[in-house]
């Protein structure tokens, strides 16, 4: 699904990696990010219904780097819905 970001996050293993203490994961980048959170806008429609997730749902994210850009595309299973404020 597509997450229109509004916030993203940096945490420790961000930080071990730039301080060369801890290994970026085969496949995944380099660049510091592994959190987000957003607004769905866009996604497939028969994982979308699986996750319960729709367009429009607030939702956060753990994602593999670049969680900088003002849109992520990302796999249902590691997005979950944001609690209701």
Same mark, same amino acid.
């Given at each position: 699904?597509? /997450?229109?970001?509004? !916030?993203?996050?940096?945490?420790?293993? &961000?930080?071990?990696?730039?301080? @060369?203490?801890?290994?970026?994961?085969? @496949?995944?980048? &380099? /660049?510091?990010?592994?959190?987000? !959170? @957003?607004?769905?806008? !866009?996604? &497939? !429609?028969?994982?979308?219904?699986?996750?319960?997730?729709?367009?429009?749902?607030?939702?956060?994210?753990?994602?593999? @780097?670049?969680?900088?850009?003002?849109?992520?595309?990302?796999?249902?299973?590691?997005?979950?819905?944001?609690?209701?404020?």
């Amino acid at each position: 699904m597509l /997450i229109r970001v509004s !916030a993203s996050g940096v945490n420790r293993p &961000d930080v071990l990696q730039r301080m @060369g203490l801890y290994p970026v994961p085969p @496949g995944a980048s &380099d /660049i510091p990010g592994l959190e987000v !959170a @957003g607004v769905v806008v !866009a996604g &497939d !429609a028969l994982a979308m219904a699986a996750s319960g997730l729709a367009v429009g749902d607030r939702v956060c994210a753990l994602v593999a @780097g670049v969680a900088t850009p003002s849109c992520v595309w990302h796999r249902w299973p590691n997005v979950c819905q944001c609690p209701r404020a």
